[in-house]
């Protein structure tokens, strides 16, 4: 068969879309990104939030016209959504022809076979016994590549589903990651980031304590350009680690550490870490201790129980520690979640303001972070040539792939994606950086 995947959502469901694409290509499938011409389209959702639940839906749709046109034979959805919606999907969604929960992904060959010979396969297993090894049919550029360290997560936030999606917290041995990531490096990788729900717990399940610092040194051995580390909890900053990240200069001072507030009763009903005198602190040992360190985070406007006064400390608090990147999100209420139950929700209007006033003040922060660059040479790693800007692009090791800005600069000769070059910043526009090749 001709087996299509598309894959929504984050860099973990990613890495689930690859593995499926090499256990159909093992069974002597044909595997493509473009669903018209394919027997079978298989969808992996994420279903964490309304707008990736709303995208998602958005597909099943649009794969179930290409269906109706006679241009797709059969579609499979799997994922986030499809385990939280199961008998909705099958109810409401008719172009949906099987479906697969997020503890199945191994069945998949078993699944497309059943669902083109006209089955309705509902596989649905235990969401916290997966297997995560195997093999990955790796996509994306050949020089950047993501590297799961964990499953699930065992933090139960008031407002997160994930836990009940993704089953609890499962890091994988060590020794199997440092033989995929050798794998990675051997096929030429320079970039590599590391990804879990949390990082900072790995090995604690497996080993009785944690072992990111051990697990770090080892990659460190491993000839990549840059390790790059998403996403540590703010409650897993022992001093080992913090050492480990300072001195190892293949780890890049980039740290990603979703905070989502700073307001102490906040933080208590949510089920979050510390105290904003705490957060305070973490931050400034961390810029004290590793030097040149660049902060992104994740941030709730409109959170239940959010005063006007909860409010100005978070946009106190963003300003004053200068946090230089930040994922501002709206509170999105989700059903199954404690957070949906409690009192004094804050109107969506009320909290969609917050979010503007936020990304502005967090926007300003990040303007001046910029300027701060002006002048200097940076490492930046090339991803192209960009003909909307008639220039090449890449990033800095304070821009994580997708998420964060870029670096557009001119060359007098040729640079190839995945090559390292020095630039100087000359000019700052829309959060982006300009400059010029370094000969």
């Not at 490492?379 to 964060?404: H, N, P, W």
Request: hydrophobic share 40%.
């Amino acid at each position: 068969m001709k087996i299509a995947f598309i894959s929504l959502g984050c860099s973990k469901n990613l890495i689930n879309t690859e593995q499926m694409m090499a256990l159909c290509r093992a069974a002597g499938h044909e595997v493509s990104g473009e669903p018209q011409g394919a027997d079978v389209a298989v969808l992996n959702t994420c279903g964490f939030i309304d707008a990736a639940k709303s995208e998602a839906i958005e597909h099943i749709i649009a794969l179930g016209e290409l269906k109706k046109e006679g241009k797709l034979g059969k579609l499979l959805v799997c994922g986030c959504l499809s385990q939280r919606y199961r008998e909705e999907i099958h109810s409401d969604l008719p172009e949906v022809d099987g479906l697969m929960g997020t503890g199945s992904y191994d069945d998949i060959v078993a699944a497309v076979e059943e669902v083109n010979k006209g089955q309705f396969p509902q596989r649905f297993g235990d969401i916290s016994a997966t297997s995560e090894e195997g093999e990955r049919l790796v996509t994306g550029p050949g020089y950047t590549a993501f590297l799961k360290i964990a499953e699930g997560c065992d933090n139960f936030c008031a407002f997160c589903i994930i836990p009940y999606l993704r089953g609890r917290y499962r890091s994988r041995p060590m020794e199997t990651v440092l033989a995929e990531a050798k794998t990675l490096a051997d096929s030429g990788v320079k970039e590599l980031i590391l990804i879990a729900q949390d990082i900072g717990p790995y090995g604690k399940d497996l080993y009785g304590e944690r072992r990111l610092p051990q697990l770090l040194k080892e990659l460190c051995k491993l000839p990549f350009r840059w390790i790059r580390l998403h996403y540590l909890y703010p409650d897993h900053f022992d001093d080992e680690l913090v050492e480990v990240i300072a001195s190892q200069p293949r780890i890049v001072k980039y740290l990603d550490i979703p905070l989502q507030h700073c307001s102490d009763h906040l933080l208590r009903s949510m089920n979050r870490w510390g105290t904003e005198d705490g957060l305070v602190a973490l931050l400034k040992k961390l810029r004290e201790r590793i030097p040149g360190l660049v902060l992104r985070t994740s941030l709730i406007c409109g959170l239940p129980g959010e005063t006007e006064e909860d409010f100005e400390a978070l946009c106190r608090f963003v300003t004053e520690t200068g946090i230089e990147r930040a994922g501002v999100f709206q509170y999105s209420r989700e059903e199954g979640t404690r957070a949906a139950e409690m009192p004094d929700q804050v109107p969506e209007e009320t909290a969609r303001q917050r979010v503007e006033r936020l990304v502005e003040l967090q926007s300003a922060v990040l303007d001046r972070y910029n300027e701060s660059r002006l002048g200097t040479v940076m490492e930046v790693l090339c991803e192209g040539f960009d003909a909307q800007m008639g220039c090449y692009a890449g990033r800095t090791y304070a821009d994580s792939l997708e998420v964060d800005g870029r670096v557009f600069f001119t060359a007098a000769g040729v640079v190839a994606a995945g090559e390292f070059v020095n630039v100087r910043i000359t000019g700052a526009e829309d959060g982006d950086l300009i400059g010029e090749i370094e000969e």
